[in-house]
């Protein structure tokens, strides 16, 4: 099990190096209460892929 975690957090982190998140939406959105503080809106981010540097 424990294995099985930390390939995944592994290959994760492989995947998302790729990428350059961008906040598109409020930085600052209201929350709401319930049994855990969640954002009124859904929270938008924008995904960029990194250059490939073999390509250029």
Do not use: C, G, W
């Amino acid at each position: 099990m424990r294995f099985a975690r930390m390939e995944m957090k592994t290959v994760l982190a492989t995947i998302l190096s790729e990428y350059t998140f961008e906040l598109s939406s409020d930085p600052d959105p209201d929350l709401i209460a319930s049994t855990n503080l969640k954002p009124d809106e859904p929270i938008r981010v924008k995904l960029h892929e990194h250059a490939n540097e073999a390509a250029q």
